[in-house]
């Protein structure tokens, strides 16, 4: 066995250690009653470790020569690792901890999937739907016994390489270890003998000095508070925690991306098949939507834009022109985002004419989501901070973004689905620290 395979080995066994102290941790996390403080300081020691085991598995995928990171894969799985780290803070200065907590798990599986080059992309893309059913169904229950698995195929490994070099060189003797069974009893009974020497070094102790035996005292009071029945349940619930975390991280080394690959060329070769609409009439119906947003411009841009310059039309209070209109725009931008999908998928683009088009109608998505934005800001302005105010201007931001990269795709051809995935982590991270003095 060379130099990397046995440093992959060794990270292998590190990483099944983890996963037991690890699951442990986690099942006891969520089966306690913990103040916030306690949550972050919680939360934040189990992803240091999650970030410690990807670093692990990243190593030993590197030693196996099985993968090898791009430029820009290295720059997505130091951003995660961050925006993960940052979580874990946002659970005690964020305002909505469950979110949080729910973005934190997610984050940990797509953290492994850029890390390990099991996405169906080379980076974040449109595929992100699969990609986090893989990581959270296909690989981890593919590989659920994997701990089982990993601890054969090494003992397998070792019993065929002893095999061989007993074969090839007869003089070759069996370890000691291998030829007498009796000197494991024998280092058995030598350290249960100085177990109790040592209990005895520590009666002596605390019979010579007061402090030292209520220290001892103290010690074993704590312990015997310990409940062993709910070690017991603790630990019978992390066994199949640890196997789907194990199964996460090791599936990764054990099955190559080569799944990943082929689901991402059937999904492209069906897409071609989806090309089914005739670009005029895609023409049309965008013509259609640009028309009546514009007369809706045209019509509304007094009450529509009055934010913008700190005033209120005469009939509504700030709470009143906040809440009128601003869910159904941004609805109306996720309409917008989703009529673009059904062009893109459907259409056969051969015309020009439709991805002009396709611009315009994220021009308009842009106007919409700033009117949304400045409804809500004058809002926040007059009457303070909520959770629900501070999702909503990051809703507005998210899609706002998002229509500008739609416009730089269109135009330029560049891929710009992983840059939004990033904008929208890091903002949502940032809007929670912003906002947090002024809750």
Request: overall charge neutral; glycine content about 6%.
């Amino acid at each position: 066995m060379n130099t990397n395979l046995k440093r992959a080995e060794i990270l292998k066994f590190l990483c099944l250690g983890l996963s037991y102290a690890f699951s442990y941790a986690y099942v006891s996390m969520i089966s306690s009653s913990l103040t916030a403080v306690q949550t972050t300081i919680f939360v934040s020691c189990l992803s240091v470790a999650a970030i410690i085991w990807l670093e692990m598995t990243m190593a030993q995928k590197r030693f196996l020569g099985s993968f090898e990171t791009t430029s820009f894969q290295k720059i997505e799985v130091r951003f995660w690792e961050a925006i993960l780290l940052l979580l874990c803070l946002n659970t005690y200065f964020g305002q909505i901890p469950e979110l949080t907590l729910l973005f934190i798990h997610a984050v940990v599986v797509y953290m492994v999937l850029t890390g390990t080059g099991h996405m169906l992309s080379d980076r974040s893309s449109v595929f992100l739907p699969f990609d986090l059913v893989n990581g959270f169904c296909r690989l981890p229950f593919i590989s659920f016994f994997a701990r089982f698995l990993s601890v054969h195929d090494t003992i397998k490994a070792r019993r065929e390489n002893a095999v061989g070099k007993s074969s090839g060189d007869p003089d070759v003797q069996p370890s000691s270890e291998e030829k007498e069974p009796v000197h494991v009893i024998a280092i058995i009974v030598v350290l249960l003998f100085i177990l109790v020497i040592f209990g005895i070094a520590l009666n002596n102790l605390a019979l010579a000095d007061a402090r030292f035996s209520e220290a001892l005292f103290s010690i074993d009071s704590f312990l015997s508070n310990i409940s062993v029945s709910e070690i017991t349940i603790k630990i019978f619930f992390s066994i199949p925690v640890g196997a789907y975390l194990f199964g996460l991280f090791q599936g990764c080394v054990r099955n190559t991306s080569s799944k990943e690959k082929e689901y991402s060329e059937l999904l492209i070769d069906n897409s071609r098949k989806l090309h089914i609409m005739p670009d005029y009439l895609f023409c049309g119906v965008l013509s259609v939507f640009l028309l009546v947003y514009l007369i809706f411009f045209i019509s509304q841009g007094e009450y529509m834009f009055s934010a913008f310059a700190g005033r209120l039309p005469e009939e509504f209070t700030a709470s009143e022109y906040a809440v009128s209109g601003f869910h159904e725009l941004i609805n109306v931008v996720l309409i917008n985002f989703l009529l673009l999908s059904l062009v893109r998928l459907f259409g056969k683009h051969k015309k020009k004419l439709l991805n002009i088009l396709s611009i315009a109608l994220m021009a308009e998505s842009m106007v919409f989501s700033t009117i949304s934005a400045s409804k809500i800001i004058l809002y926040m302005t007059r009457f303070g901070y909520t959770s629900s105010r501070t999702m909503g201007l990051w809703g507005t931001a998210v899609v706002f973004c998002g229509s500008i990269l739609a416009i730089v795709h269109l135009a330029y051809k560049k891929r710009t689905f992983a840059p939004w995935l990033m904008f929208s982590a890091g903002s949502y991270v940032l809007m929670n620290f912003i906002c947090f003095p002024f809750i």
